[in-house]
């Protein structure tokens, strides 16, 4: 199984109701090619902006399709692969996504939102699999 996990910014810090779509849009568009993984958005209001961190995982083609798409979304940019490789079985086995520092009241009524703060969450992420980019992940979710 081949995985890839890259980070980007916002152009334009999204909404709920865009991140909402992003999430149906993608659990669609995975399920039929074979793919999972997680998404984290994660706004500072400090600074404005949001940043995006994803764990995407599948065959290589399929992964290599939506990587192509996820590379020219004009929503993002200042995109940085920080680890690409090959699994044993899927971190992921279904597709979910995370957000933080928006309204989490919002969106917890949506199918496929996670809260990643939780531990009935992390229970579910296969740790067998050894990857520097899934300890990142939840790194990254990580209050500062």
């Given amino acids: ?3 890839l996990v890259y980070a980007s910014q916002a152009a334009v810090p999204p909404t709920a109701e865009d991140l909402s779509a992003l999430l149906s849009y993608s659990r669609l568009r995975n399920l039929q090619e074979g793919i999972t993984g997680m998404l984290i ?10 940043t995006f961190m994803q764990l995407l995982e599948g065959p290589r083609p399929e992964l290599d399709a939506v990587w192509q798409r ?12 920080i680890e690409e490789g090959t699994a044993p079985e899927r971190i ?9 520092d928006v309204e989490e009241a919002a969106l917890s009524g949506i199918e496929g939102f996670a809260d990643l703060g939780s531990d009935a ?8 699999v050894p ?6 992940l939840r790194s990254f979710y990580e209050p500062v």
């Fill in 131 to 136: 990857t520097g980019g899934l300890r990142l």
């Fill in 121 to 128: 969450f992390w229970d579910r992420v296969n740790f067998r």
């Fill in 41 to 50: 958005y994660r706004f500072v209001p400090e600074a404005g902006r949001g």
């Fill in 70 to 81: 996820i590379s020219a979304d004009r929503r993002h940019h200042s995109i940085v692969v």
């Fill in 1 to 3: 199984m081949e995985y």
């Fill in 92 to 100: 992921f086995p279904d597709w979910s996504m995370g957000f933080r």
